[in-house]
């Protein structure tokens, strides 16, 4: 049997190495539902299905900084949130760009972006059992020439409320789009890969140092 990698070119591989070290009962939560796209292989569908804007069948209306959960009642959640913050004209546009901002809605900024992200956090903690776990869907970026290394905030935010961060898995990129516009105005590398955080729930204040 080959040892399970850190790094995959398939989403599926990823999720399916992370329930076999860590939850092998499979997900139980999935707050940001979307289409269900993490599910269309081998990996079993959740019990419990919500989305701030359902648009399919079984799927609750619901955010995930207020979940209509009991405290301590689920063991395994998948969080895919958005990662994209835009005010851009492109939002107004009947057409297929910023898709993924009108779908789930644009943040201003990424203030506010990681302000949901902290809030989400702190809601998942409240819901989770002790000792359950987190798997976290996470994307850094360049907005503006500025980097936004997300997975280190999320990392710090999560710690701080009690999150043991167990894993973290890089889900690698064979190819992207990328516009010319960007390729002539190249300040920062481009980013072929994003993460999934594995987090499990501990007793607050613990030192993981």
Avoid at 108 to 117: A, G, I, Q, V
Avoid at 152 to 163: D, H, P, Q, V
Wanted: glycine content about 4%; overall charge positive.
């Amino acid at each position: 049997m080959s040892a399970i990698k850190t790094i995959s070119y398939s989403q599926e591989e990823i999720i399916s190495s992370i329930l076999k070290l860590h939850c092998p009962d499979g997900i139980d939560l999935d707050p940001t539902y979307s289409k269900g796209v993490f599910y269309k292989g081998s990996i079993e569908q959740p019990e419990y299905k919500f989305d701030i804007n359902p648009v399919v069948e079984g799927v609750v209306k619901s955010c995930a900084t207020n979940l209509p959960l009991n405290d301590s009642s689920v063991n395994c959640i998948m969080f895919d949130p958005p990662f994209l913050a835009t005010t851009g004209k492109s939002l107004k546009v009947e057409n297929s760009s910023n898709a993924i901002a009108k779908r789930f809605g644009a943040f201003r900024n990424e203030t506010e972006l990681h302000t949901f992200y902290a809030e989400s956090l702190k809601e998942l903690y409240r819901v989770c059992k002790n000792n359950g776990f987190l798997i976290f869907k996470c994307q850094d970026k360049v907005s503006s020439g500025k980097q936004y290394f997300s997975h280190c905030f999320i990392e710090r935010s999560a710690t701080s409320l009690g999150w043991y961060p167990k894993d973290l898995f890089i889900l690698l990129a064979k190819s992207r789009l990328t516009p010319a516009w960007q390729t002539a105005n190249q300040k920062h590398a481009r980013k072929y890969h994003s993460y999934f955080w594995v987090f499990q729930k501990k007793k607050k204040n613990i030192n993981y140092v």
